[in-house]
């Protein structure tokens, strides 16, 4: 079966999140499955160069993911060399319209090329959700693509896509197109218009599919999603662990395994210290936080609950990047807190793997999560995760309040910074019995996130639909 995996992000080539964590893992986990898998991906600046891609053609580069999975790089100087992938300091590239139909239409028109005239097209978020309608509305009707069918992996819903209507004009689709189909409150919008189109839609967890039918957590889309023909699967992310590998990680002091942690935890944790400069306190509780600092990884509670957080015997670290206001009152909370709170504002894998590794805790009260990857990639090192009970949280933390001593974590229903502060509080309770630390720590280490599961999944899900 062979499947064209298109993305606008794919680690290690292009990340900004989890959607390229998710791209760079699954082709493979896909590829040990028996599919012939070939991703596609825009040719961003650096990219070529620093994995010595190869020219097959003008705009046209190959380079590999591991496993020897072909990686197309497609190029366009003007669209794709730039600094960022979707925009600068004054928001959203002014094109990104163009830029991502650009990348849609020169997918099926690279295929032919390398003649590989996928079973499946699988899009991911609405950056390629295009590609279904093009293929139904335009390729569908050439002999080489009549069988091909298509999916979307919805990552986030909160991320859509939208333009001026008129563009839709631009895309050149037949009259037969149903226009409404890609419009919604009198905008233009790629993630609605390619839900409908496709064949199979899925999101990135169970919990997920149920939330984004309400218009608490659908975004405007609830409807839509409610009236599709099949209904949304939910097929829950794994982590690489090859990428998390915590008895290997080269970036950390001392690898982690099932038999040690006890150790190696200590060790990190104090290599931790050491480099934040908090002190180095083997006994008080260290809170580590890694993420995009925006309004779904509830920063707003964050902040809100951090004097009281700061009243607790607890050391704290926020790795992240994103809106200049969060940015602007992590710094301002953290300034004259440098015993106990440390707040980094950087991109950096190397410090997100010490954070990981080190901490005891990992702080989550996302006020929606689609699935969440870093809640399992601390689990995987032995960082007990605290978290809204939301989306992908639920699925994958088991709280001590419920779970006791099987628990894997640590979860609160409804977000507020008061729930937040007593879930932190049963977590701190809970350090001071080094017995059931460890054992809720062993339980964590022990919960597979591994791609296996979900590759089958998605084999399945292929399969449903050539066989429609
Ligand atoms: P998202 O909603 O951003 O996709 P996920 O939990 O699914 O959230 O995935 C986030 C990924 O991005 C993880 O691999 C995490 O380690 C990484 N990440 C996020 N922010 C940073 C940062 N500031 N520095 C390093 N890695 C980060």
Redesign the pocket.
């Known amino acids: 079966m062979k499947i064209a995996f298109c993305a606008s992000e794919v680690?290690p080539f292009a990340?900004?999140?989890?959607?390229?964590?998710?791209c760079g893992a699954l082709p493979l986990a896909l590829k040990k499955e028996g599919l012939d898998v070939r991703v596609f991906l825009p040719a961003y600046r650096g990219i070529v160069d620093a994995f010595e891609a190869q020219k097959i053609s003008e705009g046209l580069f190959q380079t590999r993911l591991p496993g020897d999975i072909p990686v197309y790089l497609i190029a366009h100087e003007g669209y794709f060399d730039r600094d960022s992938f979707y925009g600068d300091e004054r928001g959203d590239y002014a094109d990104n319209f163009e830029r991502f139909l650009f990348f849609n239409q020169h997918i099926f028109e690279r295929c032919q090329e390398v003649e590989f005239i996928p079973d499946i097209i699988h899009c991911h978020d609405w950056q390629t959700a295009l590609l279904p309608v093009l293929l139904k509305y335009k390729y569908r009707q050439f002999e080489n693509w009549a069988a091909t069918k298509s999916i979307l992996t919805i990552?986030?819903i909160a991320f859509q896509g939208f333009f001026p209507k008129e563009q839709i004009l631009k895309i050149g689709l037949p009259e037969s197109y149903p226009q409404e189909d890609a419009i919604i409150y009198d905008r233009l919008n790629f993630l609605k218009a390619g839900m409908i189109a496709a064949d199979g839609v899925n999101t990135?967890s169970p919990q997920y599919v149920v939330e984004i039918q309400t218009p608490e957590f659908g975004c405007g889309l609830d409807h839509v999603v409610r009236s599709l023909s099949s209904p949304v699967k939910g097929i829950l992310?794994g982590?690489d662990y090859d990428?998390?590998n915590p008895p290997t990680d080269p970036f950390i002091e001392a690898p982690i395994f099932a038999d040690n942690f006890q150790i190696a935890k200590a060790v990190n944790k104090e290599v931790l210290q050491l480099a934040l400069d908090l002190p180095v306190e083997p006994r008080v509780p260290l809170f580590g936080f890694?993420?995009?600092?925006?309004h779904?990884?509830g920063i707003e509670i964050l902040l809100e609950a951090l004097p009281q957080l700061l009243s607790l015997s607890a050391q704290f670290v926020i790795?992240?990047?994103?809106e200049a206001k969060y940015e602007t009152a992590l710094r301002k909370a953290a300034a004259g807190q440098r015993d106990q709170l440390v707040f980094?504002s950087?991109?950096?894998?190397y410090?997100?793997?010490h954070i990981?590794a080190g901490s005891d805790f990992f702080l989550?009260p996302?006020v929606f999560?689609?699935?969440?990857?870093?809640?399992?990639?601390s689990m995987a090192y032995g960082t007990l995760p605290v978290v809204h009970l939301v989306g992908?949280l639920r699925d994958t933390v088991y709280g001590y309040d419920k779970r006791g001593l099987e628990a894997n974590g640590f979860g609160f229903e409804v977000l507020t910074a008061r729930n937040f502060i007593q879930a932190l509080e049963s977590a701190i309770a809970v350090y001071q019995v080094p017995a059931e630390m460890d054992q809720l720590r062993c339980n964590a280490l022990k919960t597979d996130f591994s791609w296996t599961s979900a590759a089958h999944a998605y084999q399945k899900f292929y399969q449903c639909l050539l066989s429609d």
């Not at 790795?319 to 994103?322: E, F, H, K, Q, R």
């Open positions: 680690f990340k900004t999140g989890g959607l390229a964590d998710v990552h986030n990135v992310n982590i990428s998390w890694v993420g995009r600092l925006s779904q990884k790795l992240g990047m994103g980094i950087n991109y950096c894998e410090r997100a793997h990981y989550m996302s999560e689609p699935c969440g990857l870093t809640q399992m990639i992908g």
